[in-house]
């Protein structure tokens, strides 16, 4: 016999994941795809950088097919860093969930506008 808990529990899996906060977005305050995007990027960048470290270790023992490896894994983790990058960067300035920075620069975009049309109207 299921008992209340393990109900509640499996009602709570059904639920699409927008439906409901996760543990660190309510934590952050960021949505969970940034969040996502960010654990992405961390750990590509902390694999290209151990996938070099192992190379070298590779290197120092003569096994330069090891060492190949190696390097090719640290260059794929860099890859998937870089397009976790370019997609954050994409999303955090995105409507209405952008930042403040977003809102800032988005209001220097509009300043630098505004003084285009001054220096037009004085040539």
Same mark, same amino acid.
């Given at each position: 016999m299921a008992t209340a808990q393990s109900q509640s529990k499996a009602? +709570? @899996?059904r639920q699409? =994941?927008? #439906? $409901? +906060? @996760?543990e660190a977005e309510e934590l952050s305050g960021e949505r969970d795809e940034h969040y996502n995007l960010i654990s992405v990027l961390y750990h590509g960048l902390q694999g290209a950088d151990q996938g070099a470290l192992y190379a070298e270790d590779a290197d120092e023992a003569g096994d330069e097919e090891l060492a190949e490896f190696f390097r090719a894994v640290g260059q794929k983790h860099g890859e998937l860093a870089q397009e =976790?990058?370019? !997609? !954050?960067? =994409? $999303?955090?300035g995105q409507g209405a969930g952008r930042s403040r920075s977003g809102? #800032? #620069?988005a209001r220097s975009e509009d300043a630098d506008e505004d003084d285009d049309e001054i220096d037009d109207s004085e040539d």
């Open positions: 009602t +709570k @899996s699409p =994941a927008r #439906a $409901r +906060k @996760s =976790a990058k370019r !997609l !954050l960067v =994409a $999303r955090m809102r #800032a #620069a």
